[in-house]
Each structure stands twice: as C-alpha cells, then as structure tokens.
C-alpha cells in the first residue's frame, strides 16, 4: 500500500478546480448518498456562480491570495 500522498498540482482551469475539491470526498469514502445529496453537485454550482461573477474561477482565486496560498490557509492582505 502506498502511503506516499500523490503530487499536488495548481489547477488549471475550472474543471481542474471542481477535482481539487471532489477528489477528498471521494478519497474519504463518503458514500454516494451524501455525495449526491450535497457535496459535489453544491460546489460544482459554487465554482460555476464564483466563475461567472469574477471573469473566471482563478480571478476569485486570486482575491483571496491564489490557490496555494488559500489551501495552505493564509488570508490574502491589502
């Protein structure tokens, strides 16, 4: 079994986005109950709203700092 962590990568678009969020769920074991009920399909639609009111996902991303700085945590400062 490995227990290595796979690579992390920056999304590149918004697909790539909605996995970065999916991909924990799926990897938790949830079951496809709650899956279907509200984890993927409320953030597949977050990420469309969050795309269309900024001019694109990574324009969001960027207000609060980018995706690596808003995974690890850090809030973006003026």
Not at 37 to 45: H, M, S
Not at 50 to 77: C, I, K, N, P
């Amino acid at each position: 079994m490995d227990v290595n962590p796979p690579p992390r990568h920056r999304p590149r678009d918004l697909a790539g986005y909605l996995e970065a969020l999916s991909r924990p769920v799926f990897q938790a074991g949830m079951s496809w109950r709650v899956i279907d009920a509200k984890a993927t399909i409320d953030n597949a639609q977050a990420l469309l709203e969050l795309d269309a009111e900024y001019g694109g996902f990574a324009r969001y991303m960027g207000s609060h700092g980018g995706f690596t700085e808003t995974v690890r945590g850090r809030r973006w400062r003026s």
